[in-house]
């Protein structure tokens, strides 16, 4: 059984920065890969990034390249999600979720899900 939580979300001006971050309690936690989704109102639930097991290799959706990166610290049991140059189309819940796959965008193939933290995109 894993557990995660997310944290760092609020209210950020568009242009700026926040980091989230997933912690993740269990023992195997750190034999998943993560993802980071979001879901605004209205919209389909999106893939935003993945992370492999080791943190080796990272994945983004077309939408988020080059302005949002994933990494995580196993030492510390944490996936991060650093969001720079937000924009209001970011506005979301952001959701981190954990699966037994090396890696995976799918939202189906994933087995644990935090309760998300919303994140807010003022002008």
């Known amino acids: 059984q894993v557990q995660l939580v997310e944290s760092g979300g609020g209210l950020v001006q568009a242009g700026g920065s926040l980091r989230l971050s997933c912690a993740g309690f269990?023992?195997?936690?750190?034999?998943?890969?993560v993802g980071w989704f979001r879901q605004a109102p209205g919209k389909e639930r999106e893939f935003v990034a993945a992370?492999?097991?080791?943190?080796?290799?990272?994945y983004y959706a077309d939408s988020v390249k080059g302005r949002f990166t994933i990494s995580r610290d196993n030492a510390k049991n944490t996936v991060y999600l650093q969001m720079n140059s937000v924009n209001a189309e970011d506005t979301a819940v952001y959701c981190c979720?954990?699966?037994?796959?090396?890696?995976?965008?799918?939202?189906?193939?994933?087995?644990?899900w935090g309760q998300g933290t919303q994140v807010t995109v003022s002008s």
């Open positions: 979720a954990a699966t037994p796959f090396p890696y995976s965008r799918v939202p189906s193939t994933y087995e644990y």
């Open positions: 269990g023992r195997t936690f750190n034999t998943y890969g």
């Open positions: 992370i492999s097991r080791s943190g080796d290799m990272t």
